[in-house]
């Protein structure tokens, strides 16, 4: 079974672009989770989804920030525009259901380097 | 707010048992202690998690004090390759069923030859 997937693995921007970075959760898990870590910081939470709403999006740094789960499979997380401290690894990760016993799965990461 | 305390560093040598202690003295009832770990700049990788029992999987063993106060993961025969960040994560469950995982530093485990 394919595991949680992320593309690009590296994006390299410049100041005021636009980057958009999707993620494949693992087949037939509702919940799907977006998560960054900025230089020298923890990993932190930024928000969630059961299946294409929005359960939780207090993470979200700014309205620069814009995540979509269109039909309820993939994810995509859009950053426009970008500025350089938005430079950090997002991960996603998926769930099969939001309990408390219910394990989320990690993909390996998105690097975003904002120049 | 991470709820637990984890000291930021430990060695360990190959083939001996690596025993990352954690502290979650606020621990309420229904939350669940959960261990990640992260190897350099991969994604968080799960390893195992517990309510008040010990519990046991193929990658490790963890042990939950009776009060449930403390706990510890134990890496039965460490290798090179545990060598990475471990993190103890208390989660529950929240009002509207869902769930986050909140990080705090982690303990760096360094697996020495």
């Known amino acids: 079974e394919a595991g949680v997937t992320q593309f690009p693995s590296h994006s390299v921007i410049e100041k005021g672009q636009t980057v958009t970075l999707r993620c494949d959760p693992i087949?037939?898990?509702?919940?799907l989770y977006w998560y960054r870590r900025v230089m020298g910081k923890e990993i932190k939470f930024l928000l969630h989804?059961?299946?294409?709403?929005?359960?939780?999006e207090s993470g979200m740094p700014n309205n620069r920030f814009l995540a979509e789960r269109t039909g309820g499979t993939y994810s995509t997380l859009k950053v426009q525009p970008a500025e350089l401290e938005d430079s950090g690894v997002y991960f996603c990760?998926?769930?099969?259901?939001?309990?408390?016993?219910?394990?989320?799965?990690f993909g390996p990461g998105t690097r975003l380097t904002v120049l | 707010d991470a709820k637990t305390t984890q000291p930021p560093s430990m060695d360990c040598a190959e083939g001996r048992a690596a025993n990352l202690p954690c502290n979650h003295s606020?621990?309420?009832?229904?939350?669940?202690v959960y261990w990640y770990r992260q190897i350099h700049s991969q994604g968080p990788q799960y390893i195992i998690h517990g309510l008040k029992n010990n519990e046991t999987n193929e990658m490790a063993s963890l042990i939950i004090t009776e009060d449930r106060k403390s706990s510890t993961l134990i890496l039965p025969h460490a290798t090179l390759r545990d060598t990475a960040v471990y993190y103890c994560i208390v989660r529950g469950r929240y009002s509207g069923g869902y769930q986050k995982v909140t990080f705090g530093i982690g303990t760096k485990l360094q697996v020495i030859p």
């Open positions: 087949s037939g898990h509702d919940n």
């Open positions: 990760a998926s769930s099969l259901a939001a309990v408390s016993t219910d394990t989320q799965y």
């Open positions: 989804f059961v299946k294409e709403s929005k359960q939780d």
């Open positions: 606020t621990i309420s009832g229904n939350e669940y």
